[in-house]
């Protein structure tokens, strides 16, 4: 338990504040960055920085030519630290009440650097091990000499200390709990996005996620399927520049580059929420970038999934490109998921399309009528494909 100061005791809410050391400790396990107060020439200051804490002591990490290790050189720096974790924002019936949800914890004491070399190693080690643990010594290389050089680290004791934390809903007057206005929380919380670029992030980084809506990385002899994400935006739109690609397709072609990162964006927003699975399709001997191609419409309960969001360059059409990545995708989902049906969407009148859908082996079984808008808002009248896997096992091999 930290001991209570005139600098750590609160003048509002006390029952928020703790001084239990697992609480405060875990605040900043938690925290990836703070901010450090400070004052250089009679001016305050204050930095965000990363910081890590190992046992009682907190460090902050920054530059040789930093401000803070500057002012810390003359026997140490006296330093505010404040990290707080926004947990959600509180809605009041009056303007008054309105608040957040949080856990904070504020840190005073004198700043001192750290000039070990085996205890500065140490703390970037934990730093890194903090992003993801493991990492420092499995996935990256420690610092060099100059580098080291280049690097300061602060110590601060942990010994003037406190948390504050906030929880529950709003606290209105009673005077207004009849008012029409509704009141409650909206819980905020840091997630993970989509690693940049994400073909070859390290698995520690992706989420655990159903298989199905996992982007493995599929080789062919004439197409390889990755997982798309934002570094294909270029070649993408490069690949892609021709209005006849897009003639049938749910999209205006793309008029600039912000356009296709649109749409790829779009994609990975799917992929997110769990209703898409984007691939980038590279040709196989070269590593161009030809396309692109998803599953969607995923649904393991009824193991079922759909085939589309589909577009090639033209310089593959009719090179059997397109058709042995079909061939990869009804292999993923019959082979390795257990899917026992996949469908497939196509414009009515996109007649290659259904002549290309139809050549798989995939049965038209009807037409939705005005099922979708296209980009120049007609409605689109969609012929409805699909394969069960009884009709999967029925196929000569290719």
């Known amino acids: 338990m ?7 005791t609160a003048k509002r809410h006390l029952d928020r504040m703790s001084y239990d050391e697992p609480t405060v400790h875990a605040i900043l396990d938690e925290a990836y960055f703070c901010h450090v107060t400070f004052v250089v020439d009679g001016e305050p200051r204050v930095l965000p ?6 046992g009682g ?84 290389r420690p610092p060099t000499v100059k580098e080291l050089a280049q690097t300061a680290v602060l110590k601060l004791p942990l010994a003037e200390v406190s948390a504050k934390v906030r929880t529950g809903g709003a606290v209105d007057d009673e005077a207004d709990l009849d008012l029409p206005h509704w009141a409650g929380v909206l819980p905020l919380r840091l997630t993970p996005g989509l690693p940049e670029p994400n073909a070859d992030a390290p698995a520690y980084l992706r989420a655990d996620r159903s298989p199905w809506l996992e982007p493995v990385t599929m080789r062919g002899d004439r197409v390889v399927l990755e997982p798309l994400d ?21 999209a205006p072609r793309p008029t600039d580059r912000d356009a296709m990162a649109a749409i790829v964006a779009d994609a990975l927003d799917g992929w997110r929420a769990g209703t898409r699975v984007p691939w980038v399709q590279r040709d196989a001997t070269t590593g161009e970038v030809l396309g692109t191609t998803s599953f ?14 589909t577009f090639v360059g033209k310089p593959w059409w009719r090179t059997g490109v ?67 896997a009884a009709d999967w096992r029925a196929l000569p091999a290719a």
């Open 2 to 8: 930290y001991p209570a100061t005139p600098r750590t």
């Open 49 to 54: 920085t990363l910081h890590v804490r190992i």
């Open 57 to 140: 002591a907190l460090y902050l990490h920054g530059s040789t030519g930093s401000r803070p290790l500057l002012a810390a050189r003359g026997g140490g720096l006296p330093v505010a630290v404040a990290v707080t974790l926004l947990d959600g924002i509180v809605y009041a019936r009056s303007h008054f009440h309105h608040s957040a949800n949080y856990r904070s914890v504020v840190a005073h004491g004198t700043a001192t650097p750290v000039t070990d070399d085996a205890e500065k190693r140490a703390v970037l080690l934990a730093l890194v091990d903090k992003v993801r643990h493991g990492r420092a010594a499995a996935d990256s």
């Open 230 to 250: 934002m570094s294909h935006v270029d070649d993408l739109y490069k690949a892609t520049a021709d209005d006849e690609i897009w003639r049938w397709l749910s």
């Open 296 to 309: 969607y419409d995923i649904d393991p309960v009824r193991r079922s999934v759909t085939i589309g969001h």
């Open 322 to 388: 397109n058709a042995e990545a079909k061939r990869m995708l009804m292999s993923r989902a019959f082979d390795d998921l257990g899917a026992v049906r996949v469908v497939w969407h196509t414009d009515l009148r996109n007649v290659r399309s259904q002549r290309a859908i139809e050549r798989l082996g995939a049965t038209r079984e009807g037409v939705l009528r005005a099922h979708k808008q296209r980009p120049d808002g007609s409605w689109r009248d969609t012929v409805l494909y699909a394969m069960t």
